[in-house]
């Protein structure tokens, strides 16, 4: 029975969000899928200081169990929710007749599952041992956390462990200015630890690693093994769920951030509102409040249009995003960068057209989509009017799934066993 020592790091620190970022969802895909394995000797761990910390396996499981039954609970709750009808309401009428949305979270539960998870951690912090790194164990980190401390990757293969990595991108060194501050610097301690310790590195994206390849080469240090294998979508988005609305409108999904290109996208829909006057189709940007995004916020405080024609909201259950962009006339994402843009693909699952970037990530995985420069204000103008008057849905596409992705990844630890 192979070891697996699993950083579960990000999800005790960040265990609490209501809806979980893309990285968050992998960690907890990959921790259901490791607690459900027999042929496994899960072994949870932290990372402080560039150490392992042990956790025990149960805390993880209740972890796990806790978050689920606060979706579930939401979930059901979601038809009722006073805000999710507010979203419905404002999509159904003129934008003159309905207040947009400004940042309002839809997660009621918040605080009660935050009080959980703090409880919880408080709890196993008095239970927390330095965990033993047995040689031919396998040491699991799909985050990126912890990894830019001091040496963590080496001691663990000085152990005569094998640490596996999931690298979901390299924006923080290709593109810094897009990032907070301190960002390059971390993540490229990441990628030295990584390039220099890992017996294997998956990607999720043939773009992420062509830049790693990339990035390895300008530092002179040979390429470690690497897997691409695409992540899976959760089950929300596999099927066409009911539209919240039937007037087109928009969608652009992720963290309100430099490197989103939303300020670019809320200029155009000033340019739309002059162009299309009272047939303007409203946008509704789903995401929290990141960095670098002054811009963004004096469009959506002190525009006339994009006040009156573009909803903000944060913390959408599955469920509920699902709706929201199986009823849109497309989904848009602007980005400059991306490692594998996950919307994208769950857009494309729901057969919701996409209007995307014409960046390496997106030519590789959202064929047949309309791609276009992201500084091509005209090309997105006529994109955009040429959507709201389309009808009908988009064709149907074979997202990936995780049962896909850990089939694979079995595959790779049984390979990491036998040499």
Not at 39 to 63: K, M
Not at 357 to 380: K, N, Y
Request: with cysteine.
């Amino acid at each position: 029975m192979r070891e697996v020592l699993f950083d579960v790091t990000r999800l005790f620190v960040r265990g609490s969000r209501f809806s979980p970022t893309g990285i968050d969802r992998v960690v907890m895909a990959y921790a259901r899928w490791l607690l459900g394995r027999e042929d496994v000797a899960l072994r949870p761990v932290l990372t402080v200081g560039g150490r392992l910390l042990g956790v025990h396996r149960a805390t993880l499981a209740r972890l796990i169990e806790g978050s689920e039954v606060f979706a579930r609970s939401a979930a059901s709750r979601a038809e009722g929710d006073a805000s999710w009808a507010a979203i419905v309401a404002a999509l159904s009428v003129g934008p003159r007749e309905a207040p947009p949305l400004r940042a309002k979270s839809l997660a009621r539960q918040i605080p009660a599952r935050l009080r959980w998870q703090l409880g919880l951690a408080a709890r196993s912090a008095t239970q927390l041992r330095p965990a033993p790194i047995p040689a031919g164990a396998v040491y699991l980190n799909v985050s990126h956390t912890g990894l830019d401390q001091p040496r963590v990757l080496g001691r663990i293969a000085n152990r005569g462990a094998s640490p596996v990595v999931m690298v979901h991108d390299l924006i923080p060194i290709y593109f810094p200015e897009y990032c907070a501050p301190g960002a390059e610097a971390r993540h490229a301690r990441r990628m030295s630890e990584i390039i220099t310790h890992a017996r294997l590195v998956i990607t999720n994206s043939a773009t992420t690693a062509e830049e790693l390849r990339d990035y390895t080469g300008k530092l002179g240090a040979p390429t470690p093994e690497i897997a691409v294998i695409p992540l899976g979508i959760e089950k929300a988005f596999s099927a066409p769920p009911v539209a919240p609305a039937s007037a087109p409108y928009f969608v652009c999904v992720g963290t309100i951030e430099a490197r989103k290109n939303l300020a670019f996208l809320l200029a155009l829909w000033r340019r739309l509102a002059e162009r299309m006057g009272e047939a303007t189709p409203r946008l509704v940007m789903v995401g929290r409040r990141g960095w670098e995004n002054e811009s963004v916020i004096d469009h959506l405080q002190r525009s006339d249009a994009v006040i009156r024609l573009v909803h903000e909201v944060s913390d959408l259950q599955d469920c509920q995003l699902a709706r929201l962009v199986a009823g849109a006339a497309a989904l848009l994402s602007p980005s400059f960068a991306e490692g594998f843009d996950l919307p994208v693909i769950e857009a494309l699952s729901l057969r919701t057209p996409v209007i995307a970037s014409d960046i390496p990530v997106h030519r590789e995985l959202a064929a047949g989509v309309t791609l276009i420069d992201p500084f091509d204000g005209a090309a997105w103008l006529t994109a955009l009017e040429a959507a709201a008057q389309r009808a009908g849905r988009g064709p149907t596409f074979s997202a990936p799934s995780w049962e896909e992705h850990f089939a694979t990844v079995a595959d790779r630890f049984q390979r990491l066993a036998l040499a």
